[in-house]
């Protein structure tokens, strides 16, 4: 879940336990364009600020992370192995 949605506002990525209704984790993004994709017990998300996230979808600690240096807007995509992701200058 993204929360808020004003331009150039930090967002929260948010894990939520679907059975207590409890927040297990938060974790601040800036403009979080990017919808999250869970794969292989790791999720993936981008930011506007160009950082492509990869985090433990358990507690939400990162376990890497690499900086494009341009917005990441589009919601990546897992196609054997390789992780796609298209960025705010048309480049994949």
Known sequence: SVVGQTPREWRQLV??????????WRRDLLNGWSAPLLSDGVL???SETGTVLALNP???SEVWKRDFGRQVR????MYEGTLFLGCHDNRL
Request: hydrophobic fraction near 35%; avoid cysteine; charged fraction near 25%.
């Open 58 to 60: 358990e507690d939400g």
């Open 44 to 46: 993936f998300t981008g």
């Open 74 to 77: 589009s919601t990546p995509v």
């Open 15 to 24: 894990a939520f336990d679907l059975i207590t209704r409890d927040t297990v």
